[in-house]
DNA sequence: AACGAAAATGTTAGCGCTAACATTCGGAGG
DNA sequence: CCTCCGAATGTTAGCGCTAACATTTTCGTT
């Protein structure tokens, strides 16, 4: 068990590496290579005699050099707003549950809603050299565009399908056409006077927003009186203000769709400290359907999307893509579904 | 702007490389890498020539072979329960915030509470050659430990301190004595058939029980009766079932300890829902003190825990010690303070 | 027993970068 | 004008692995 003399000018660091594997078990280091990679390449015996170096010696293998070598790093690269957002953190569950069993990495960047900060972030995490791309949202700045073509690898685009092309692949919901079937459900309803609070106002806010209103002035409401928003990130504090601001200027108001579950909670605690009666008074709408609205009270009428499944189904894309698999389509709409509750 | 014909049995994708970078701006690569990564130690005007080359032809280093080549990653591990947890999305957005702007890249591993899971995902992680690694709680197997040791790179425990020695270095609150404060302002406030309800189970929340009826004990209460806990995730919903449960068994109950706040959320809406008033029919209190225990109705009193702050602290830690900067301790309790509110 | 094809294993070189040492350059001091 | 020294730049080799081709072994067939 002598070590051998390390060369002149080494700069290993004593780590256990193949080809330590390899003279242990009397074979060359390609062969170990495959016994670990590829087994049914390798005769019993040799293998066996692999295994056993191996864990008599602790290797662990190299993914530098593997990349290196190969030229694919098993790696995917997710950009999102901010995993801290519950929003996110299921959508980053369902690529995990696909990612992990298959062995890709997942790394991940949070933007915090900047454009600027995903330029830079976008380049960093190219330097890692990802063999696929997951970002969030249909709306990226050229220069993001331009990076994401040049490093010519497979990009899906989450969260939204829309008018917008993608630049590779995309799977998500239509905003607008949310914020579309919950005012139409408000008017049928038959509130009178019904308002829109939103936090923090991204793209997809926006487009909710837009669609919401679209459907209120298509059935003859004033859409526009109603409305409050500010671009501070969303919390359920904010919700409260954002009712409590809107009750002061409009005590008249009757329903209000919130621009998120999170919001929407605010919104209620803040109309129970008020007295008001959900949903006799006011009724309150969210939208992404959280674990927790279902159990509120009163229970929230909110949209449920799928967003562990957007995570799941973005992932199985991408990972289709960098096996060759075929793709039936490389635009998923996975849809939402109003989910009619007590609140409203 | 011709290709350089590639050698017989080239492997290379065509992507620009540092030497391309170096024949466009005609120095060596070692200039070039010189230039990107220590540019005082290259003349101004080389370096504008570097920049400019770099820039047109959109070059992007390749992370892997730099690892290969200093045999470092600036990649630091984490390993936690489950990042949709939104207790832990706060750790791990502390040690972004830390980690982001000193380019040191995140690698995630959720356990999901399994200690097998835990020892499969430690030894893929340990593939990549961490710098250094991050992993929640003391109660790590043998053969975990082993592999940590092994890999020789700085770690650190966090979530939790106390009797058990880390590994390396450690960062947390102490859950036996967060439990211990829990019991104690209980009986001050005079509450007489106090329960404790509790989900997931992991080794903190038993500490956080086991201090908790302790502190009943020591009071004099008869602890042990009003315990109701089951290993499933926690979650809202499932705080509902278990206050029921106890409801059930036990109607004259009246003071509860939530495991954590998602749990307390699910007993105080349950509670709302049987028309109990919160506290004085039946007191609640949670653990963690998340964003929306200020909001809700009525307002949770809970214990806060420096999340984000045990996150940032990690990542500090682990990253002085990389760079060999001096640490003061290795051991470090940031405290926990009881949150009084109108839930108890 | 000889042949040939498939299976098993080996050799060589190179992935893109940087450590370590080597050389050249530019300018201050005599 | 030469010497010397630090600053700037270059050369060489190697990090650990695997692609591509090369060689050897095995084994069924005739």
Not at 196 to 222: C, N, P, Y
Request: with cysteine; glycine share 6%; net charge neutral.
């Amino acid at each position: 068990m002598t070590q051998a003399p390390s060369k002149s000018r080494s700069r290993s660091k004593g780590r256990v590496t193949l080809s330590d594997v390899a003279q242990r078990s009397g074979v060359s280091a390609i062969t170990v290579s495959r016994a670990l990679n590829d087994p049914e390449k390798v005769s019993p015996n040799v293998r066996d005699r692999i295994e056993k170096a191996v864990s008599e010696l602790g290797y662990i293998p190299n993914r530098a050099a593997k990349s290196l070598a190969t030229n694919s790093t098993n790696t995917i690269a997710v950009v999102i707003p901010s995993i801290s957002n519950t929003v996110f953190s299921s959508v980053v569950k369902g690529i995990y549950d696909v990612c992990t069993p298959l062995n890709y990495e997942v790394l991940f960047a949070n933007t915090y809603y900047s454009i600027q900060n995903e330029e830079n972030l976008l380049s960093k995490l190219l330097t890692q050299h990802p063999d696929g791309i997951i970002v969030t949202g249909l709306d990226i700045s050229e220069r993001s565009e331009k990076l994401l073509k040049s490093a010519s690898i497979p990009v899906v685009q989450i969260m939204e399908v829309g008018q917008q092309q993608p630049i590779d692949m995309n799977v998500g919901i239509s905003h607008y056409d949310a914020g579309k079937t919950m005012g139409k459900y408000l008017v049928r309803k038959g509130y009178q006077r019904i308002g829109f609070i939103g936090a923090q106002m991204d793209f997809r806010s926006q487009r909710r927003m837009s669609g919401f209103l679209s459907a209120l002035a298509e059935a003859g409401h004033d859409s526009s009186r109603y409305v409050l928003t500010t671009p501070e990130p969303s919390t359920v504090k904010l919700g409260g203000q954002l009712i409590g601001d809107m009750l002061m200027e409009h005590p008249d108001i009757d329903a209000v769709f919130c621009n998120n579950d999170d919001i929407a909670y605010g919104a209620i605690y803040e109309c129970q400290r008020r007295h008001l009666r959900i949903p006799e008074q006011i009724a309150i709408a969210g939208f992404n359907d959280l674990d927790a609205s279902a159990c509120i009270n009163p229970s929230l009428t909110t949209i449920k999307t799928p967003l562990y499944e957007i995570g799941k189904t973005a992932a199985e894309l991408l990972i289709k893509r960098l096996k060759n698999q075929p793709i039936k389509e490389t635009q998923i709409d996975l849809g939402i579904k109003l989910q009619e509750r007590d609140s409203a």
